[in-house]
């Protein structure tokens, strides 16, 4: 048999179980905000809340915070708050934010994403221009 056959035979076979046996796992088909959504969720009830808004932000402030001054730069935030919310959310008016104010920052996003004012956020209300907006600042 001609070598090219053996291949184009291999390959057939291999990309029948490409189909099945080797299908992405159920998390890289979710959207970015579905998979962001599992890790701040963390009592699995399909919501978000406050609690878990601030906490996902901590460790997102302290994933950023590369110079350990205790404060988020323009550069160190990467796009993810305008230069306007920063002027806004500067509370000490020194050009960055601190944890607090990051803090304060995803509250404000995320009473801004909460129209129903449950104190919870659901996958819809997390795709709305609000909920995006908070979702910047938890990943």
Not at 12 to 30: D, L, N, Q
């Amino acid at each position: 048999m001609h070598p090219c056959r053996n291949l184009l035979a291999a390959l057939a076979v291999a990309a029948s179980f490409t189909s099945t046996a080797f299908a992405p796992p159920a998390w890289a088909k979710s959207s970015g905000t579905e998979r962001t959504m599992k890790m701040v969720d963390t009592d699995n009830d399909g919501t978000i809340d406050l609690k878990e808004a601030q906490a996902a932000a901590e460790a997102t402030f302290e994933k950023l915070e590369t110079d350990k001054d205790g404060t988020l730069t323009t550069k160190e935030l990467g796009g993810r708050v305008s230069r306007k919310d920063l002027k806004a959310g500067d509370g000490d008016s020194d050009g960055t934010l601190d944890k607090k104010e990051y803090l304060a920052l995803v509250e404000q996003r995320f009473k801004a994403a909460d129209p129903d004012n449950d104190g919870k956020l659901d996958a819809k209300e997390l795709k709305s221009a609000a909920g995006r907006s908070l979702m910047q600042l938890l990943k």
